[in-house]
């Protein structure tokens, strides 16, 4: 919707009624310190943009016609994670996702059979819809029709993961707030008028819509709980570089064992609050080979 970016604050029921606001240097900060503080990046990894900008980042060489200006400009300026200059290599922060490195986006030195998969889902910029064909029917039967849609211009995905269970955060910088997108759309009442120009969320997405600092504040807790248990550069192949500690995989189960072992490691080395991150890399690294 054209102009939306310059719309005030709206109460959005997703928030319980309260509005948000965005502000491309709140998202900046806020992402640069989510990144330094994730316990399994090296913190030479995380990387600022010159102050200009990243130069390679322009709405030409991206393929972006279709955003707007203010999205260009959040995506020449954003922090990135680069574990080791292989685009292949996926720095885990959350269950099934990694921040989308805009710079490999770029890049025109990457030929078609090199582009990892993400890349080409980002250049394309859409995202497909499960739709329930008809209204009257959500039981066994129903008709699904499968529809492609292009991401509103103001809308910028900040995740990617390597298949279609990949979470993919959608920052949308009409208020900060970011909503996971979902290939397959989930049937719950939508909580937006048609007309409404953040009804995106209720076609294409999860119903749960978070500010961008509560959705870090959620990783981050779990991080601290030591829910979320990263290893450092670590490529896993086919399986992020992330455990996640379930308590209901019980204490005989093999996931069970790892979680501890890993939670013991951490705790060793301070974490959460007097953190030796260099001595629990290398720690961590130490149990992976094993």
Not at 78 to 101: G, K, M, V
Request: proline fraction near 8%.
């Amino acid at each position: 919707m054209p102009g939306s970016e310059r719309l005030g604050p709206r109460p959005d029921p997703r928030l319980g009624g309260s509005t948000s606001t965005y502000n491309r240097q709140d998202v900046i900060s806020q992402l640069e310190s989510f990144y330094t503080f994730l316990p399994h990046i090296p913190a030479a990894a995380v990387h600022k943009p010159p102050a200009d900008g990243w130069p390679s980042i322009t709405a030409e060489t991206l393929g972006f016609q279709n955003k707007s200006p203010e999205v260009i400009e959040l995506l020449r300026r954003l922090p990135y994670i680069d574990i080791n200059s292989d685009p292949d290599t996926h720095p885990w922060i959350a269950p099934e996702a990694f921040p989308c490195d805009y710079r490999v986006v770029a890049r025109k030195d990457l030929s078609s059979r090199d582009t990892p998969g993400w890349v080409l889902n980002v250049r394309h910029d859409a995202g497909f819809l499960a739709h329930n064909a008809s209204d009257d029917d959500r039981g066994i039967g129903s008709r699904f029709e499968i529809r492609e849609e292009t991401w509103p211009p103001w809308v910028v995905q900040l995740t990617t993961g390597t298949d279609r269970e990949g979470a993919c955060y959608m920052l949308d910088t009409t208020d900060g707030t970011v909503t996971m997108y979902c290939v397959s759309k989930y049937l719950y009442d939508p909580t937006y008028a048609k007309d409404d120009p953040r009804a995106w969320r209720d076609r294409m997405c999860d119903f749960e819509t978070r500010t961008l600092a509560n959705q870090l504040n959620e990783w981050r807790r779990q991080y601290c709980d030591m829910i979320l248990l990263g290893l450092p550069n670590v490529d896993r192949g086919d399986y992020p570089s992330l455990f996640v500690r379930r308590e209901g995989d019980g204490s005989e189960s093999f996931e069970w064992q790892e979680t501890e072992e890993l939670r013991s490691i951490y705790r060793e080395h301070g974490w959460p609050d007097n953190y030796d991150k260099e001595r629990c890399h290398r720690a961590l690294e130490k149990w992976w080979r094993k």
